[in-house]
C-alpha cells in the first residue's frame, strides 16, 4: 500500500484506517466502524442527511470547493428520471495525489459514501470515473465493490431496507479535462471529452442525460465521518466558513514529501516546515502553489502567516484548489516552471474554444523560445497581455487554469523573466540538473 | 475479430454497467482494455468495438483520437512514462527522462527497434509526493533515482 | 407578446419571448452581434467566444450564444471590454491562421476576414511557427485544409443534424484538432456540399469552384434549380457566361442554404461539349448543322403538310421545361395542330388526389409545412435520395419540433433513424402497413402524407378516404420527379386534362400509345427522351426534337432545335408542393434558344404567332393565371424570389386518369435524366463510389 509516514500534526479522519493491516478489506473497515453511517443513514429523511452534510460545511475537494450539501439539494426531487451518482476520481491535476490514496487504502469508504449520497437523492447507482493510468486502483476498487455486495452493501435491498444500489468503476483513458465536471459526464457516456453547456448543471441533467451528484473522492469519503460523528463535529475541525480536514499533498523541495490530512486553516509556514521537515537541503522558500498547477503561484513572502483554508487563499487572490502544494525552493527557474505548467494546459486543451485552444498553444511557443535563450523584452508583456485575454472568455476552467498561474509568474517573477533576455542562459539551469 | 476469454469477459460485464441503451459508454474502456492486448488500436479493432456498442467506426475514431493512453501505432512491450510535470521536474523528472532517451536511443512516443522497450514523456501521473515518478505499463515507479532508472531499463531490456 | 421579458441592448428598451437568445434577440432588432459558432437551427457550441458580452450583474463577459435574456437583463455590445475581447479573439484565431486570403477561394467572402476588418488588430503579435498540414482532397467535391479551420463545427452540425448524413467528425484534441472525414481518408456522404457552403473560412472548398474565380469577378443571378421537382432556389455564380459556382448562401427562398449535390454543383450539363449549338436537319441520312431559318422552314413545312392531310400527330412536352412552355406548347398543339395527342413522362399521381381532396383548399402541404407540420407520414419513397430538401425539412422538422415521422417504405431508408415508427412494405401493400399505424396517427393533432409513385389511381383514393377518417387535419404531397413536373400536369401536358384539370371529352394519346401507333405521322417532342427506353414503331414518322443535347430521341430525328436550359431563360415552374417559383436567366445561351422562343418561331412561320401570343414569359404567365385553376397567385410574391402555392382543389374531375403510364424514374442524389448524364461532376461522383463497390 502507497502511504508515507504519517505526521502527528495530522488530524486523521479520512485517513484514520491508513496503515492498518489490510486496510482495504471489507473486514477491516468493519470492524471499524465501516458502514455504520451508511447504516444511520437509511434511517433518516433524505432532507436530514442533506442537512447533516450542510452543517458539516464541507466543500467540494476537487478544487472549486463548492459546497457539498447545497450541490446535493439542487438534485430535483421529483424528476421522474432515475439519478446518479457519480465519483470524479480523475485525479489529473498536478501536484495532486491524494484521491489515489484514499481508494488505495480505503475503498469502502468512498463506497459508502457514494451509499448515503444516493439515500440523500434517491439515486440507485454510482459510477467512479477513474483517470486510466489508476488501472491498480480499478482492480482494487472491483474488489471493494464485489465485498460490498457480498455483504449486503451493494445490490438489492441494502441490509434489509428497501433500497438498492449498484456501484461500477469506468476507466479514463488518459485526459486532464474529464476532471472537469461536465467533460467527466461526456467522457462517460462514451464521447470525446467535451465540456458541456451550462447550465443546465449535473445536478439537474447529469450522467444519462439524468440527474446527478458528482463530486470528488475525497469529497465522498468525508461524508461517512459526517453522518456517523455528525456535522457539527466535522464543521468544528476547520474554520467557520469550511468544516474538516483537508488532503493536502506536499510536493516538491520539502524534506518529507507526502499526503498528509490536516484540518482546515493549517498555517502554511508549519505545513511545509514541520509537516514537511522543511525545504530540502536547508534551502530557501521561492514559491509556493497552494493546490494543483492551476492556482496562481505566490512568493515565500506571500506565504507568511497565510492559512491553509478557501477564504485565506481568496484573499491572496489565489485557491485551495486540490491540495496538491507545490514547494519550489529558491533555485527554481520561475520561467521553466511557467513553461512546464503551460505546455501541460497546450497539450490537455480540449480544443473546444478558441482562446484556449490558440493561447495555451502561443504562449507555450513563446515560453519555450524565451527559455531557450530567444526571448525578446516585449515578449514578457505580450504573456501576460495573452494569459489575461484567455482569463474569463474561455468555455471552461481550464483556459482559467492555464492563465491564473501565468499570469502570476510573469507578475510575481519578472526579474527572471529579464535574466533569460537577449541570449542569456538559464541562469538556473545548473542547479535543476542535480536531481 | 477474438479475444481473450478473460477480455471477452470484461466487455460482457462493461456492456452491463451502463443504462440501457447507453452501450457507448463502454467504449474507452473497451478500447484501452483491448489495446492492452493486442498492443494498439488496429483499424479492425475500431470498427469491432463500433459494431459491439453501436455506433460508426467514425465515432470510435473521434473519440480514440481524443484520449492520450489509446495509441494507433504500436507501443513496446514495456511502455515506459516519465512524468516531467511540475513535481517532478523540480525532482529531477526531465532528467531521467533524458537519460531514458539517451540510454535508449529513442525518444517521445518512439519504441527500440526490438519492440520492447517504448519511451513517453507524459503528464502528471498522479505520484507528485514521491516524485519523481514514472509508469511502466500500469505499474508506477517512485521517487526513481538515475541508477535505479538505469536498472530498471536493462532489466527491462533483458525479459522477454 | 406571450411570456415576453424586457431587457435592454444597448440602452434600447426590448422585448422578447422568454428563452430567446441574446444573440438572436440583437439579431432581430438589429444589433449584430459577431459570432462563428453560433448557427441558426443547428446545436449550440459556445466554442468561438466572439460573441462576448457585458451583461450587467454578471462577473464576466457572458457569450450572447448560449444566455438566454432575461428580465430587467442589461447587455452591451459595444462597451470597451467588448470589443477588447472580440479583438483579442480575433488574434488568436489569426494566429495560426494562415494569410493566404490572396489565394484562397473564400477571399472577398470569408466571415473570419469581414470580422478582421472590423473587429481585429491591425498587425498580429503572433511570431512563432504556425502549424502546417497539407490541404486534403476528400472527395470529388470536397477539399480540406486544416490550418484554415477555425474549427467553429458548423460543417460536422450541418452533415450530422442537418443532412442526417454523420459524415463529418473532429479528431485529435487541442491545436490538433481538425474536422475528419467518416472513411479515413475520403468521405462516403451525399456530397451535398453543404458542410463547404456553411464554412465560414477557407477550409473547405469545392472541387468544382477552387481557385477559378474570385466571388466579386462574377455575376450572380437567383433562379431555381432544373434538376428534381423540390425546386431549391440557387443563386449561380456566372462570369462569361459559365456558370461557375451555385450556392443559396443568401438563404433565402423555400430552401433557405439547403441544396443538394445536384443543385450545388450539376449545372455543368450547361456548358457540355456536347450540348447542340445549332439546329440540325436530317439530309442524306445524316444530321448536319444548318441555320436556324432553314431548320424552321423544314419544321414548318412538315408541320403545315401533316396538319393539311389531317395526319395523326403526337407531341411529347417535357417535366423541366417553364409552365409558360409547357402552356403554349399544349396550346399550339390543341390549337394549330388540332390534337389531344400530348403527353409528358408522368412521374406522380397528382391528379387523383386533386380531385379526391377536392374542395378542400388546405390539402395540399407546403414545403414550409413539412418543417411546421406536428406529424409527417412517408410512404414508398426514398426521400433522402429522391427528394433530398424535402427530406431536409422533415428532419429539421424533426430536430426543431420534435415532429412525429413515420414511414411506410420497402427498402430502409434515412428517416428510419428518427421515426417515430417505421414499418417496411412492398410495393402495392403499402395501404395495409399505413391501416395499422391509424391508432397512432388518429392521435396526433395533424399530418402531412407524401406518397410515392406506387401510389396511384385507386390506391390515392383509398388513402385520401383514410387520411378523411383519422378526424385531423391531413396534408398531402404527391410525389413527382423533375423541376416541372408538377407543372406539366397543371399546365395540361396530358392527352385526358386542359390545364388546370378541365377534362376534356374525348382524350388523345400517351406516350406509350404515341410510340406504339404506326400510323403516326409526326412526332414532335419538346425537352424529353422518351426513345432512351423504348423504341418508336411508326417506320415513317416525321421527328421534331427541341433538345439540349443529341439523346436517343435526338438521334432519330429528322429535325433537331437546339434548347436553352433552364438556366438560360426566364419562365416559372412549380415544385412537387404545388409552389410555383420564377427562373431568371443566369447566363447566356449559345446557339441554343428558349423553347417558348422555338415555339414561337414556329407559330409565326405558320402565321399564327398573333392570335396565339404574346410571347414573353411574364406575359404568358398572366394568361395561366388567368385561365388556369389554382394558378391565380400573388404575382408579387413570385416577382420577388419568393413561392406561392397553387391550389387547383375547387371541384371534382370527373375522369379516371390514365394512371398506368405513371411511373418514377427514381433519380437518386447523383442521377438527373439526361441532364445528369451530361454533368461531369455529377459523373465523376458516380464514378468515385462505383469504383469503391
Ligand atoms: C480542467 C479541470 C480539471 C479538473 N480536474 C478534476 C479532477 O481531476 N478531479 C476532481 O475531483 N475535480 C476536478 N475538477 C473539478 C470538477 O470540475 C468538479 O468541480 C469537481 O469534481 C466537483 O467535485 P467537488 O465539489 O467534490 O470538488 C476539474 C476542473 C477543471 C476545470
Ligand atoms: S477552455 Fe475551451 S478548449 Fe480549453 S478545455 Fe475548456 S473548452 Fe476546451
Ligand atoms: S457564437 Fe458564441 S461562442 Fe461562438
Redesign the interface.
Same mark, same amino acid.
Given at each position: 500500500m502507497?502511504y508515507?509516514p504519517p505526521s502527528p500534526l495530522e488530524t486523521k479522519v479520512l485517513t484514520r484506517r491508513f496503515g492498518l493491516p489490510n486496510s482495504a478489506a471489507v473486514d477491516t473497515y468493519l470492524a471499524t466502524d465501516g458502514y455504520k453511517a451508511f447504516k444511520k443513514a437509511l434511517e433518516m429523511k433524505p432532507d436530514a442527511i442533506i442537512e447533516e452534510v450542510k452543517v458539516s460545511n464541507l466543500r467540494g475537494r476537487g478544487g472549486a470547493g463548492f459546497p457539498a450539501g447545497m450541490k446535493w439539494s439542487f438534485v430535483p426531487r421529483n424528476s421522474p428520471k432515475?439519478k446518479y451518482i457519480v465519483v470524479n476520481a480523475d485525479?489529473?491535476?498536478?501536484? @495532486?495525489?491524494k484521491?489515489?490514496l484514499l481508494m488505495e487504502n480505503d475503498p469502502h469508504q468512498l463506497i459508502e459514501g457514494m451509499l448515503i449520497a444516493g439515500l440523500a437523492v434517491d439515486a440507485h447507482?454510482g459510477y467512479i470515473y477513474v483517470?486510466?493510468? !489508476? =488501472? !491498480?486502483l480499478i482492480e482494487i476498487l472491483d474488489k471493494a465493490i464485489a465485498e460490498a455486495y457480498d455483504k449486503g452493501y451493494l445490490g438489492k435491498n441494502l441490509q434489509g431496507s428497501n433500497f438498492s444500489f449498484d456501484a !461500477?468503476t469506468?476507466?479514463?483513458?488518459?485526459?486532464?479535462?474529464c476532471g472537469e465536471e461536465s467533460a467527466l459526464l461526456e467522457?462517460?457516456?462514451?464521447?470525446?471529452?467535451i465540456p458541456r453547456?451550462r447550465p443546465p448543471f449535473p445536478a439537474v441533467v447529469g450522467a444519462?442525460q439524468c440527474p446527478t451528484i458528482l463530486n470528488n473522492v475525497e469529497t465522498y469519503c468525508a461524508v461517512p465521518p459526517i453522518l456517523r460523528d455528525g456535522g457539527a463535529a466535522f464543521a468544528a475541525l476547520g474554520v467557520p466558513k469550511a468544516g474538516g480536514t483537508k488532503l493536502t499533498?506536499? @510536493?516538491?523541495?520539502v524534506n518529507k514529501?507526502?499526503?498528509y490530512e490536516l484540518p482546515l486553516g493549517f498555517p502554511v509556514d508549519r505545513m511545509i516546515n514541520e509537516v514537511g521537515g522543511g525545504i530540502r537541503g536547508g534551502k530557501k522558500l521561492k514559491a509556493f502553489?497552494p493546490g494543483g498547477?492551476s492556482c496562481p503561484v505566490l512568493t515565500a513572502a506571500e506565504c507568511e502567516g497565510l492559512t491553509m483554508d478557501y477564504d485565506a487563499m481568496a484573499k491572496k487572490k489565489t485557491m485551495l484548489g486540490s491540495g496538491?502544494v507545490?514547494i519550489?525552493d529558491e533555485d @527554481?527557474c520561475m520561467v521553466?516552471?511557467a513553461l512546464?505548467?503551460m505546455r *501541460?494546459y497546450?497539450? $490537455?486543451?480540449?480544443?473546444?474554444?478558441?482562446?484556449c485552444? $490558440?493561447? @495555451?498553444?502561443?504562449i507555450r511557443?513563446?515560453l519555450t =523560445?524565451f527559455h531557450d535563450g530567444m526571448g525578446r523584452k516585449?515578449d514578457i508583456n505580450?504573456l501576460g497581455d495573452l494569459a489575461k485575454?484567455m482569463l474569463?472568455?474561455? *468555455?471552461c476552467p481550464l483556459g482559467d487554469a492555464a492563465a491564473l498561474p501565468t499570469i502570476s509568474i510573469v507578475e510575481k517573477f519578472r526579474e527572471e523573466f529579464e535574466a533569460h533576455l537577449d541570449g542569456k542562459p538559464c541562469p538556473y539551469e545548473k542547479e535543476?540538473?542535480t536531481? | 475479430m477474438t479475444f481473450s476469454p478473460e477480455l471477452e469477459a470484461k466487455f460482457a460485464r462493461l456492456l452491463t454497467s451502463y443504462p440501457p441503451g447507453r452501450q457507448r459508454s463502454a467504449m474507452v474502456p473497451m478500447l484501452l482494455y483491448a489495446q492492452d492486448e493486442i498492443g494498439s488500436i488496429t483499424q479492425e479493432l475500431v470498427e469491432e468495438v463500433a459494431r459491439r456498442v453501436g455506433v460508426t467506426p467514425m465515432q470510435v475514431e473521434e473519440v480514440l483520437s481524443y484520449y492520450s493512453m489509446l495509441h494507433r501505432k504500436p507501443l513496446g512491450k514495456y511502455h515506459v512514462q516519465i512524468c516531467t510535470n511540475i513535481s517532478c521536474l523540480l525532482t529531477g523528472g526531465e532528467q531521467l527522462w533524458q537519460r531514458a532517451c539517451g540510454k535508449l536511443g529513442i525518444g517521445h512516443k518512439e519504441a527500440t527497434a526490438d519492440g520492447q522497450i517504448s519511451l513517453e514523456e507524459v503528464e502528471c501521473i498522479g505520484a507528485c509526493s514521491w516524485a519523481p515518478a514514472l509508469q511502466v505499463n500500469y505499474d508506477f515507479h517512485h521517487k526513481v533515482t538515475p541508477e535505479q532508472l538505469d536498472q530498471l531499463l536493462d532489466s527491462l531490456r533483458k525479459t522477454h | 407578446m406571450p411570456n415576453s421579458v424586457k431587457f435592454t441592448i444597448n440602452d434600447r428598451q426590448l422585448e422578447a419571448p422568454a428563452g430567446t437568445l441574446v444573440i438572436e434577440a440583437a439579431k432581430r432588432n438589429g444589433i449584430e452581434i459577431p459570432s462563428f459558432c453560433y448557427y441558426e437551427g443547428l446545436a449550440l457550441q459556445a466554442a468561438c467566444r466572439m460573441c462576448l458580452v457585458e451583461i450587467e450583474k454578471a462577473p464576466k463577459l457572458m457569450v450572447a450564444c448560449t444566455t438566454p435574456v432575461a428580465e430587467g437583463m442589461v447587455v452591451r455590445t459595444e462597451s470597451e471590454p467588448v470589443r477588447q475581447a472580440r479583438k483579442y479573439m480575433l488574434e488568436f484565431l489569426l494566429s495560426n491562421h494562415p494569410l493566404d486570403c490572396p489565394v484562397c477561394d473564400k477571399g472577398g467572402e470569408c466571415e473570419l476576414q469581414d470580422m478582421a476588418f472590423r473587429y481585429g488588430v491591425g498587425e498580429s503579435r503572433f511570431t512563432e511557427q504556425k502549424i502546417h498540414v497539407d490541404e486534403k482532397q476528400w472527395s470529388p467535391v470536397v477539399f480540406y485544409d486544416m490550418p484554415r479551420c477555425i474549427l467553429c463545427f458548423r460543417c460536422v452540425r450541418i452533415c450530422n443534424e442537418g443532412m442526417g448524413v454523420n459524415a463529418l467528425g473532429v479528431i485529435n484534441r487541442g491545436a490538433v484538432s481538425e474536422i475528419a472525414p467518416n472513411h479515413g481518408d475520403h468521405l462516403e456522404c451525399d456530397e451535398c456540399g453543404m458542410c463547404i457552403d456553411i464554412c465560414p473560412v477557407g477550409a473547405l472548398t469545392s472541387g468544382t469552384y477552387r481557385y477559378k474565380t474570385r466571388p466579386w469577378e462574377m455575376e450572380h443571378t437567383g433562379t431555381i434549380c432544373t434538376h428534381c421537382s423540390n425546386g431549391c432556389k440557387t443563386t449561380l455564380g456566372v462570369r462569361n457566361d459559365q456558370i461557375i459556382r451555385g450556392n443559396n448562401r443568401d438563404r433565402s427562398g423555400i430552401n433557405g442554404e439547403f441544396l443538394c449535390v445536384k443543385g450545388r454543383y450539376g449545372f455543368d450539363f450547361q456548358d457540355h461539349p456536347d450540348r447542340l449549338q445549332s439546329p440540325l436537319v436530317r439530309l442524306d441520312g445524316k444530321l448536319e448543322p444548318v441555320s436556324w431559318s432553314k431548320a424552321l422552314e423544314v419544321v414548318v413545312q412538315k408541320f403545315q403538310e401533316v396538319k393539311g392531310r389531317s395526319g395523326t400527330v403526337g407531341v411529347i412536352g417535357s417535366n423541366h421545361t417553364t409552365n409558360e412552355e409547357n402552356y403554349y406548347l399544349q396550346k399550339f398543339a390543341r390549337q394549330v395542330l388540332a390534337t389531344n395527342n400530348i403527353d409528358h413522362h408522368r412521374t406522380g399521381d397528382v391528379v387523383t388526389l386533386v380531385d379526391a381532396v377536392s374542395g378542400s383548399p388546405a390539402a395540399l402541404a407546403t414545403t414550409r409545412d413539412l418543417y411546421e407540420k406536428k406529424a409527417i407520414l412517408v410512404i414508398g419513397a426514398d426521400l433522402a435520395l429522391e427528394q433530398p430538401f424535402l427530406s431536409f425539412q422533415i428532419r429539421a422538422n424533426y430536430r426543431h419540433h420534435q415532429a412525429h415521422v413515420y414511414v411506410v417504405t420497402a427498402k430502409p431508408v434515412r428517416e428510419d433513424n428518427y421515426a417515430a415508427a417505421f414499418l417496411r412494405a412492398e410495393p402495392g401493400a403499402e395501404l395495409s402497413a399505413v391501416e395499422s399505424l391509424r391508432d397512432k396517427l388518429k392521435g396526433e393533432p395533424e399530418l402531412v402524407i407524401l406518397y410515392g409513385d406506387a401510389m396511384k389511381g385507386g390506391a390515392v383514393r383509398k388513402l385520401a378516404a383514410f387520411g378523411a377518417s383519422l378526424g385531423i387535419p391531413v396534408q398531402y404531397v404527391p410525389l413527382v420527379d423533375y423541376s416541372n413536373s408538377r407543372g406539366a400536369a397543371d399546365m395540361g401536358l396530358t392527352p385526358e386534362l386542359l390545364p388546370g384539370y378541365k377534362p376534356l371529352g374525348l382524350t388523345g394519346m400517351t406516350v406509350a400509345e404515341m410510340l406504339a401507333a404506326e400510323d403516326l405521322d409526326l412526332l414532335w417532342v419538346v425537352g424529353a427522351n422518351p426513345l432512351k427506353n423504348a423504341k418508336l414503331q411508326a417506320k415513317k414518322a416525321f421527328v421534331v426534337v427541341q433538345e439540349m443535347f443529341l439523346t436517343e430521341t435526338a438521334q432519330i430525328a429528322d429535325v433537331v432545335l437546339p434548347a436553352a436550359s433552364a438556366y438560360e431563360k426566364n419562365g416559372t415552374v412549380t415544385n412537387v408542393c404545388g409552389e410555383v417559383q420564377r427562373l431568371q436567366k443566369a447566363a447566356q445561351t449559345m446557339g441554343a434558344k428558349p423553347d417558348l422562343e422555338i415555339i414561337g418561331l414556329i407559330a409565326k412561320e405558320m402565321g399564327v404567332a398573333r392570335e396565339m401570343g404574346p410571347w414573353v414569359p411574364d406575359k404568358v404567365f398572366d394568361e395561366i393565371r388567368r385561365t388556369v385553376r389554382g394558378y391565380d397567385i400573388p404575382v408579387e410574391a413570385i416577382m420577388t424570389g419568393g413561392a406561392a402555392q397553387t391550389m387547383p382543389v375547387n371541384g371534382r374531375i370527373p375522369i379516371e386518369v390514365r394512371v398506368d403510364s405513371i411511373r418514377s424514374a427514381h433519380d437518386n442524389l447523383f442521377t438527373s435524366g439526361t441532364l445528369g448524364r451530361y454533368s461531369k461532376m455529377l459523373n465523376s461522383v458516380l464514378e468515385k463510389r462505383l469504383n469503391r463497390e
Open positions: 502507497l508515507n432515475p485525479e489529473s491535476e498536478p501536484g @495532486t495525489c484521491d489515489r447507482a483517470r486510466g493510468e !489508476y =488501472r !491498480y !461500477y469506468h476507466s479514463g483513458a488518459g485526459a486532464y479535462e467522457s462517460l457516456e462514451g464521447k470525446r471529452g453547456i444519462f499533498c506536499l @510536493t516538491g523541495h514529501p507526502g499526503v502553489i498547477s496538491g507545490v519550489m @527554481t521553466k516552471v512546464r505548467i *501541460f497546450a497539450h $490537455e486543451s480540449c480544443g473546444w474554444c478558441i482562446p485552444r $490558440e493561447g @495555451t498553444t502561443w511557443k513563446i =523560445r516585449d505580450l485575454n474569463g472568455r474561455t *468555455f535543476l540538473v536531481a | - | -
